[in-house]
């Protein structure tokens, strides 16, 4: 396997001008991604950051550091990936399916994380090539959080791997829980928080650029949000999320959660404002 250490990052523009510089490649039929991994060996997680990407997505004091904030500083690592030459494809044109993370250990201000990004599997698609990536922190030498990202290189004529299938096959009945408002800025606000600037999500002249009407809400941001109506008022020891991406969330927007919620979890859709249209549907255990 070949490793990469990251001690220092570039900045937001400079990693999503890196992966734009990719656009050119155009390899031929893919049978595998390559053995790579992708390391910030020591990270701190920082008190701003987390009230700031609390603040965005709507999570309360209480819930502490959220199990999705991981999420945040490994995903430099995978646009430095998409940005190598390790890479196979052009970062344009990926789309983001579905995204499952685990919490293992409760994660706390001024933790220091070993933070990983690994490629995985190839899986066939109609729309092109699916891929994984594997993230994953480390406190101590100790796995306190993974996350497997589910992505869709679109217009690959000859996908490989078994064919994708959905992992969320819950039916059960889900009721409306709540309501919230997805504003035109909120792509501007979680992109400043997360790093992910892509054109597409920060204001509707940009997305047009790559042939949008309007500005799309990130996915992880939607995920966040809908976890953040969900979870207990307090923070939690272990839990998982997955989630698979539908429809696109246009800004701005109305949203609708609807749940089937026990005490130790939920399966649960974001709707759009009739609720007769789901944007992400998941599962959550806690």
Not at 23 to 36: I, Y
Not at 124 to 133: A, I, N, P, R, S
Not at 200 to 206: D, E, K, Q, R, V
Request: include cysteine; hydrophobic fraction near 45%; charge should be positive.
């Amino acid at each position: 396997m070949k490793v990469v250490e990251v001690r220092r990052l570039p900045s937001p523009i400079a990693l999503n001008f890196g992966a734009l510089r990719a656009s050119s490649k155009r390899p031929g039929v893919v049978t595998a991604l390559p053995d790579v991994m992708y390391v910030r060996p020591e990270v701190v997680v920082d008190a701003h950051k987390v009230a700031s990407y609390a603040k965005v997505c709507g999570f309360c004091p209480a819930h502490g550091v959220s199990m999705l904030f991981p999420h945040l500083e490994a995903f430099p690592l995978a646009m430095m990936l998409f940005g190598s030459a390790d890479f196979p494809w052009p970062a344009m044109g990926i789309v983001h399916l579905a995204n499952q993370a685990k919490q293992h250990h409760r994660l706390h201000i001024g933790d220091v994380l070993r933070i990983e990004v690994q490629t995985g599997q190839l899986y066939k698609h109609d729309k092109g090539q699916v891929f994984t990536l594997h993230a994953r922190a480390l406190r101590a030498g100790v796995l306190v959080w993974e996350s497997t990202w589910t992505l869709l290189r679109t217009g690959i004529r000859q996908p490989v791997g078994q064919p994708y299938v959905s992992a969320i096959q819950d039916d059960a009945p889900v009721a409306r829980q709540a309501d919230f408002y997805a504003d035109a800025g909120i792509g501007r606000r979680y992109g400043r928080v997360s790093g992910d600037i892509n054109p597409i999500h920060l204001s509707s002249f940009t997305a047009k650029f790559l042939g949008f009407n309007r500005a799309i809400a990130h996915g992880m941001w939607t995920k966040a949000r809908a976890l953040a109506t969900l979870m207990p008022r307090e923070a939690v020891n272990e839990a998982e999320i997955a989630v698979e991406f539908k429809t696109p969330l246009f800004l701005p927007a109305r949203a609708s959660l609807w749940a089937n919620r026990t005490d130790r979890g939920a399966v649960f859709e974001v709707r759009n404002a009739k609720g007769d249209k789901p944007h992400l549907k998941g599962r959550a255990t806690y």
